[in-house]
């Protein structure tokens, strides 16, 4: 059985408070875009990941696809040995949610493919397990989200009728930094507020804290919104703790544009 998990793209991200725990509350609209990597499961006689596409860094162990199953296994005890085939193409370390996106459609998998019968709600509560942007993924339309980001809200938002740009620059951002280089604070205007507005008046207020610190400590990543500015974006934006920055186009709209560093691009029509 094959899925396709696709990306998401922070429409405006607050960071609230810092909590007793050690994380942060936020706020932020999530909205899925359909850039996707590919993930495939067979039986097998024994366990295993293979991985191709763009080079996926790190322990092998970490990925979310391996820990979601690990998390099956563990409460389906007779869950069968799979054999998982993952095919990466949303770019990592990119504030896209490609690996969020790949643990959630995992869980979706196994229940599917074995019959586990849970419900949206349990592959909720086990995707929280894995991290806190996977839940999205289980319901995968737009939400306003709060908390460490796992608490959701369905949230009536259509952006078809426009044309999105993808840059993702290569550069990883690690979180952890992103998120010490934040001053708390309590926006005075919800998020929900301003997207209800007309998109043209995005561009003055709605706002992704991280942006701020990402381009002090990487400047030459202001080209690059800038470029989707003077391209005729009517938005654009640092989408979660970066890289990856998206311009909002009226539909067909986007022309050639280039950038200084060497971006990849992806056009969303």
């Known amino acids: 059985m094959i899925l396709f998990p696709n990306c998401k793209i922070n429409l405006g991200l607050h960071i609230i408070r810092k909590r007793k725990d050690g994380y942060h509350d936020l706020e932020s609209v999530f909205y899925p875009l359909p850039l996707k990597d590919v993930v495939e499961i067979i ?54 949610g490609g690996g969020s996106a790949d643990g959630a459609f995992m869980l979706k998998l196994l229940n599917d493919s074995f019959q586990l019968n849970l419900s949206s709600e349990k592959l909720i509560g086990y995707a929280a397990q894995l991290g806190s942007d996977c839940p999205f993924f289980i319901l995968n339309k737009p939400c306003f989200v709060t908390g460490k980001g796992e608490q959701m809200e369905a949230f009536s938002l259509d952006l078809s009728d426009y044309s999105i740009a993808l840059i993702h620059p290569g550069i990883h951002i690690d979180t952890s930094w992103a998120f010490s280089e934040i001053k708390p604070y309590q926006p005075e205007k919800s998020l929900k507020q301003i997207l209800k507005q ?16 990402v381009l002090k400590e990487y400047p030459e990543l202001i080209h690059i919104k800038k470029t989707l500015y003077e391209s005729g974006a009517l938005y654009a934006s640092m989408t979660g703790s970066g890289s990856s920055f998206y311009g909002i186009f009226k539909k067909d709209g986007i022309p050639s544009f280039s950038f200084e560093q060497n971006c990849r691009i992806d056009i969303i029509q």
């Open 198 to 213: 007309p998109l043209i008046s995005w561009s003055s207020e709605l706002v992704n804290d991280f942006e701020e610190p």
């Open 43 to 96: 039986p097998s006689d024994q366990f295993q990941i293979n991985i191709s596409g763009l080079t996926v860094p790190g322990n092998i162990n970490d990925n979310l696809c391996v820990r979601a199953y690990q998390l099956m296994k563990k409460e389906f005890p007779k869950l069968p040995k799979v054999a998982i085939y993952l095919y990466k193409h949303i770019p990592m370390g990119s504030g896209l």
